[in-house]
T-cell receptor
Framework: AQKVTQAQTEISVVEKEDVTLDCVYE???????LFWYKQPPSGELVFLIR??????QNEISGRYSWNFQKSTSSFNFTITASQVVDSAVYFC?????????FGAGTILRVKS | DAGVTQSPTHLIKTRGQQVTLRCSPI?????VSWYQQVLGQGPQFIFQ???????GRGNFPDRFSARQFPNYSSELNVNALLLGDSALYLC?????????????FGPGTRLTVL
């Protein structure tokens, strides 16, 4: 079965701290796609990144970086020098058939 | 380009009533999916439509139905509302029906059932 686990329910940091959000996935597929979405208080899910199982290179986009490790079935997300605007719920997701399977999400609170 | 739009933003209904939620995909996108997000949980897949045909259905009762129109917009209908149907209903669009396409989400419709 396809499953995504985000063990951290809530994380609180002070502005400018680095923070890593963990994501562990389970799948029997040899080809699969992983995603991260951000959900601010407004409710809309904002797409952050898509990664396929063929590409294990880490990716950096500004203050955001992602570490994909097939050996441990993990796809972790790091925010460097966090800002108050980063406060949101972050979801890791896996494609299964025609649908996205989401983790339970991690609430990130960044305090000034 | 405009993103995915949904209407209404908020809705309050009573048990037993019926509700229709609407979604317009990003221009050029032909596939629409619906998700239900209960407070404190991740979104759960309800339906996917591509070229007006149902391509996938999640584990939801037959009270939930949907359709897609020739302009690729979509409606989600829920009959005989229960208290447990209170949730944020999210619509997502993607260019084609392929799983390799990224899904982009709308702002959601928050449904409260009293």
């Amino acid at each position: 079965a396809q499953k995504v686990t985000q063990a951290q329910t809530e994380i609180s940091v002070v502005e400018k701290e680095d923070v890593t959000l963990d994501c562990v996935y389970e799948t029997r597929d040899t080809t699969y796609y992983l995603f991260w979405y951000k959900q601010p208080p407004s409710g809309e899910l904002v797409f952050l990144i898509r990664r396929n199982s063929f590409d294990e290179q880490n990716e950096i986009s500004g203050r955001y970086s992602w570490n994909f490790q097939k050996s441990t079935s993990s796809f972790n997300f790091t925010i460097t020098a966090s800002q108050v605007v980063d406060s949101a719920v972050y979801f890791c997701a896996l494609i299964y058939g025609n649908k996205l399977v989401f983790g339970a999400g991690t609430i990130l609170r960044v305090k000034s | 380009d405009a993103g995915v739009t949904q209407s209404p933003t908020h809705l309050i209904k009573t048990r037993g009533q019926q509700v229709t939620l609407r979604c317009s995909p990003i221009s050029g996108h032909k596939s629409v999916s619906w998700y239900q997000q209960v407070l404190g949980q991740g979104p759960q897949f309800i339906f996917q439509y591509y070229e007006k045909e149902e391509r996938g259905r999640g584990n939801f009762p037959d009270r939930f139905s949907a359709r897609q129109f020739p302009n690729y917009s979509s409606e989600l209908n829920v009959n005989a509302l229960l208290l447990g149907d209170s949730a944020l209903y999210l619509c997502a669009s993607r260019r084609q029906g392929s799983i390799t396409d990224t899904q982009y989400f709308g702002p959601g419709t928050r449904l409260t059932v009293l």
